[in-house]
């Protein structure tokens, strides 16, 4: 379970003092990854923890990087960028600010921020925070210092790059480290509640009384974030209450009302986090001191203790008292928020939940998308016509249609158009309405997110392994992304593209989708199959190969041309294939949902000579066992066995006790890369349900399963159930005869997802909306990327003369660059266009990293940086700053600033 003290231990488990002050530990730490840049990708990549597991290995992500960074401050700029990048979403204020920035012409001409685009990955971002967070407490070093200035930076950005949530909660997080290094924790667990509560009340007065003589820390600035927005939000209340409401322009208040912890919310220890969380936060807004039981009862508590007396029964019993005095007005200041809150159309549910017909046009109009969208599953559930019927015609308004918020929820809620119901019942077309305005909403958000492009360009958008999500994925994509694709009758939103021919696979099946018609019913089929298929073993979702991902490009991709690949499973490609993507200028980009590779990327799963590995999708215990060609038997109760030489090793077990839904264990035999082959002979692999665990499947009921075979470079799939628990439920999956490697070693090429430094082939992963829209600059980053090439001159740094290719073969001439761009070099990488992502993040975001450590960056740096967006904005070459006169130490560091696009 992913609560307060689970989070808190795993992270706990990985940011140790050991880990980095002891030079033996930081060496064997560093050397697991190649580089800093890879330490990004890893973190840039990294999907949304499920688990335990998943949480300790972004903090491992994160410790890498912070080792690799050391005390270089231009790394630890390009880290604090990048976890905020990980946070960053459309909706965001900051987003939101210069939208309306735009709206109202007022956007600097010269930044990028327009086209910003991030993650929104909520619980990564606490993740990465809480792990710096730890290291900030560690004994002073320049690690701890440097920390504390990434969470106060961090924790000033939240709101801007998340929302009133995730100050919120990062304050019931870090609340809860306070509590348990001050050992409250343990006081409660000994000495009961009371006496905690007491403890904790005592600490927290006390500690802010020193604080005020103190450096502030990332708490403090979270505190006073969220009461300034409190006292905000009073205000705006006051105002509107006396205009009557009459005046429209008033300033809406925030959603903190909704996420500020309550006393009231939670149970054990987080109910004690959230009093006191509670607590500090109410006790430095203004509003407060305009409540004379308030002030009084504060006093009070002030009093008892800052008191000389020892801690007794008594005054725990006094300092309860006076809490719970501070608590009556905090739930009338609450109660006053709400209420307004509701009039305004947030809370739509809370509305709804207490009175249906509460609920009005008025308010879903202005309702926050999200609230929209969760009022939406509500009345679906109730069967309630006219809610729905309120939701229909917000949707009516193409500016008030909501888009979807992942595929994974497209998938889930989607309504079969050929249901006889949604043609002949009002309730199921109003359904039918709103999926369709959805669906059309989400196309329009994408195509409003296409940069311009210089010329016409050529895109094949392909999904190869029969995946749904990425088949809908390449669905939407492609027709945001095609110029000759009709939102509607009218195709207005044409209009509006550049020219961009996309061909479209799905499977080998090359499709069309020129109209929203075309669109939906290829959704529909794709969704409907998979749902009527899900339990039989006919459904083909077999990962693309290696051979797959080639015979496209070669078939398909024509010079000067993008392929965008969605797959569930990591790409590698030959060396050849790679050199000639360089040689026709080509580039792919794949980009990763959710499946088997995503879940051992996050258990950090080896790969062998030959590995097994299975997956489900609930929190049952499923077992993975296999009978090796010598007699042993791999199991949880015996992980290695087979032989020594070419024996296989169980390296993941997962859900003992039910702590995933996204779970995978994996058993792999010998070593490909090392030349070990895995044992020969006849193997058999059967899986067994251990126990039911959780709510997803009832007890008795079937557990569906995939697992995947991987051998000789080629993978098999298999699909299969178990029913009931322990050895009756032993479901063979698969018998095979292992003759050893046939297939030549794999090459020493790094692969799309985890390699930083891959020339010609870049990566991304998620399944979110603002994942998609970080797709749709695809071409655009490309043709920058080749533009700053270009401008640098990395052409002829890497390359050989062109009077010496002349004189070589084909192979050697295509062979002139290499594959893997080394740290000085420029190319079409990932690495190279995570910085153009960075350097397009809002300017908060950029002016915040830099004073955070203002006192590193010279005037000099300062100067080459903006010379470098100077020049790479007017397309200016470096060889024109050499024949201006200006000094060659100058121009080299211009150089490398335009490498980072000037971050």
């Known amino acids: 379970k992913l609560d307060l003290k689970s989070i808190s231990a795993a992270i706990s488990s990985i940011v140790q003092p050991e880990t980095f002050l002891s030079e033996k530990a930081k060496e064997e730490k560093t050397t697991e990854v190649l580089s800093f840049e890879d330490a990004l990708q890893a973190i840039e990549t990294a999907c949304r923890p499920s688990t335990l597991d998943s949480i300790k290995s972004i903090a491992e992500s994160l410790l890498s990087a912070v080792l690799l960074a050391g005390e270089d401050v231009q790394n630890w700029k390009l880290l604090l960028l990048t976890i905020v990048r990980k946070r960053y979403h459309m909706k965001s204020p900051e987003a939101k600010s210069i939208k309306k920035g735009e709206e109202k012409k007022e956007q600097d001409q010269n930044a990028f921020s327009r086209d910003a685009s991030g993650h929104g990955e909520r619980l990564c971002f606490y ?65 009961g509640n009371k006496r905690a509560i007491s403890t904790a009340v005592i600490k927290l007065l006390s500690s802010s009384e020193n604080e005020k003589s103190s450096e502030p820390t990332i708490l403090c600035d979270l505190v006073k974030a969220a009461a300034d927005l409190l006292d905000k939000d009073f205000l705006i209340i006051e105002g509107r209450d006396n205009n009557n409401g009459l005046n429209k322009d008033v300033e809406l208040q925030s959603t903190i009302n909704t996420f500020v912890p309550h006393h009231d919310r939670g149970t054990n220890e987080r109910r004690l986090v959230q009093s006191i969380a509670e607590l500090m936060i109410w006790s430095e807004t203004e509003h407060s001191q305009s409540d004379p039981k308030f002030v009084q009862a504060m006093a009070d508590l002030k009093s008892s203790t800052l008191s000389l007396l020892p801690s007794n029964a008594s005054m725990d019993d006094k300092i309860v008292t006076n809490l719970h005095v501070v608590q009556t007005s905090i739930r009338r200041f609450r109660q006053k928020l709400n209420e307004s809150s509701r009039r305004q159309g947030f809370s739509l549910c809370s509305s709804y939940t207490m009175d249906p017909k509460a609920v009005t046009l008025s308010m879903v109009k202005r309702g926050r998308e999200g609230d929209v969208m969760s009022l939406e599953k509500l009345a679906r559930k109730k069967q309630d016509k006219n809610t729905m019927k309120l939701i229909s015609n917000r949707f009516a308004d193409p500016s008030k249609a909501v888009p979807i918020q992942s595929l994974r929820d497209l998938c889930t809620n989607w309504i079969s158009l050929l249901d006889d119901k949604g043609h002949d019942d009002e309730l199921g077309e109003l359904q039918l309405n709103i999926q369709e305005a959805t669906v059309k909403a989400t196309i329009r958000k994408l195509i409003s997110k296409i940069p311009k492009i210089s010329s016409k360009k050529e895109v094949v958008i392909a999904s190869l392994d029969g995946k749904v999500e990425n088949d809908c994925a390449a669905i939407l994509t492609a027709a945001a992304m095609d110029s000759k694709f009709c939102l509607d009758d009218e195709c207005e939103e044409k209009l509006d593209r550049d020219e961009c021919t996309v061909t479209l696979f799905i499977k080998e099946k090359r499709t069309t989708v020129s109209t929203l018609a075309e669109v939906l019913s290829l959704l529909d089929g794709i969704i409907c199959t998979k749902r009527c298929t899900s339990n039989s073993d006919d459904i083909d979702t077999t990962p693309a190969t290696t051979k797959d991902v080639q015979n496209l490009i070669e078939r398909h991709l024509g010079s000067n041309s993008h392929l965008l690949l969605f797959a569930s499973t990591d790409v590698k490609i030959e060396q050849r294939v790679l050199a000639n993507l360089q040689l026709e200028k080509n580039h792919v980009h794949c980009h990763l949902t959710d499946g088997f590779q995503y879940r051992m990327q996050r258990e950090k799963a080896k790969v062998g000579d030959m590995t097994i590995t299975l997956a489900w999708d609930n929190e049952c215990d499923l077992d993975l066992h296999c009978i090796c060609p010598n007699g042993d038997h791999i199991s949880y109760s015996r992980k290695e066995g087979g032989g020594s030489i070419g024996g296989g090793y169980l390296d993941v077990d997962m859900n003992v006790h039910g702590e995933s839904k996204e779970p995978v264990e994996n058993i792999f035999f010998g070593d490909a890369e090392a030349g070990i082959e895995a044992a020969k002979g006849k193997y058999k692999v059967f899986v067994q349900n251990y126990a039911y665990h959780g709510k997803t499947v009832n007890d008795g009921d079937p557990v569906p399963w995939r697992l995947r075979v991987l051998k000789n470079g080629k993978i098999e799939d298999y699909n299969g159930q178990c029913i009931g628990s322990g050895s009756e439920s032993n479901a063979t999956a698969v018998e095979f005869e292992y003759e050893g490697r046939t297939s030549s070693k794999p090459e020493d090429v790094g692969s799309a997802l985890s390699s930083s430094n891959l020339v010609s082939v870049t990566s991304s992963t998620g399944d979110s909306l603002d994942s998609l829209i970080g797709l749709m600059s695809i071409v655009e980053d490309c043709d920058q990327l080749t533009t700053v090439q270009n401008l640098i001159g990395t052409e002829t740094q890497n390359g050989e003369s062109s009077e010496s290719n002349d004189t070589n073969d084909d192979n050697s001439v295509r062979m002139t660059r290499p594959l893997m761009a080394d740290k000085k070099s420029f190319e079409i990488t990932s690495r190279d266009r995570l910085y153009r992502r960075l350097s397009k993040l809002p300017k908060l975001f950029h002016l915040e990293v830099n004073e955070c450590f203002k006192g590193s960056s010279t005037l000099f740096d300062h100067t080459a940086a903006e010379l470098a967006k100077r020049l790479i904005r007017d397309e200016v070459p470096i060889e024109e700053l050499k024949k201006a006169g200006y000094h060659d130490d100058i121009v080299t560091v211009v150089q490398e600033k335009m490498r980072t696009f000037g971050v």
Request: hydrophobic fraction near 40%.
């Open 127 to 191: 993740v990465l925070l809480a792990s710096l967070h730890h290291l900030s407490r560690t004994p002073a070093s320049c690690i701890a210092e440097y920390s504390r200035k990434a969470c106060r930076c961090l924790g000033r950005l939240a709101i801007a790059a998340g929302g009133t949530r995730d100050i919120c909660y990062l304050i019931e997080h870090l609340v809860y480290e306070d509590l348990v290094q001050n050992d409250v924790i343990e006081t409660r667990k000994c000495e």
